[in-house]
């Protein structure tokens, strides 16, 4: 099957501007996700943070919290296809599962 330069470099682009349309839309979800996710984010703003104040629960729970929330909403965009949440985070598929269990995450989540 021969194909050309023209249609090799005109598939490529248009999945380069698939991925890049995804990740648009991840970082606009991720950017735009509302606080009622956890606690933390009821206590604990960006404002905050900027301002000097640290996390009340110190900085491990403060990262897992942010990184919950990057997984969750990789898990929407992709409609809680994990290969696919990884790829969008830049990580493994074992390493999101192994997080997801770390974290928390339940498949079951994907009705909130």
């Known amino acids: 099957m021969n194909t050309s330069p ?3 470099r005109s598939a490529e682009n248009a999945e380069k501007l698939a991925d890049k349309s995804v990740a648009s839309s991840l970082d606009a979800s991720i950017n735009n996700q509302d606080d009622e996710q956890d606690s933390l984010s009821k206590s604990v703003h960006k404002e ?3 301002a000097g104040q640290l996390p009340a629960q110190g ?6 919290e ?4 990057l997984i969750i909403t990789a ?6 296809n ?3 949440a990884a790829e969008l985070l830049g ?6 599962r192994y997080r ?8 079951d989540q994907s009705e909130s």
């Open 6 to 8: 023209a249609s090799t």
């Open 59 to 64: 900085l491990e729970h403060y990262l897992q």
């Open 48 to 50: 905050d943070i900027a």
């Open 75 to 80: 898990l929407k965009q992709t409609n809680w």
């Open 91 to 96: 990580t493994t598929f074992r390493s999101l």
């Open 66 to 69: 942010q990184e919950r929330r």
């Open 82 to 84: 994990k290969t696919q």
């Open 100 to 107: 997801m269990t770390k974290l928390e995450i339940a498949e």
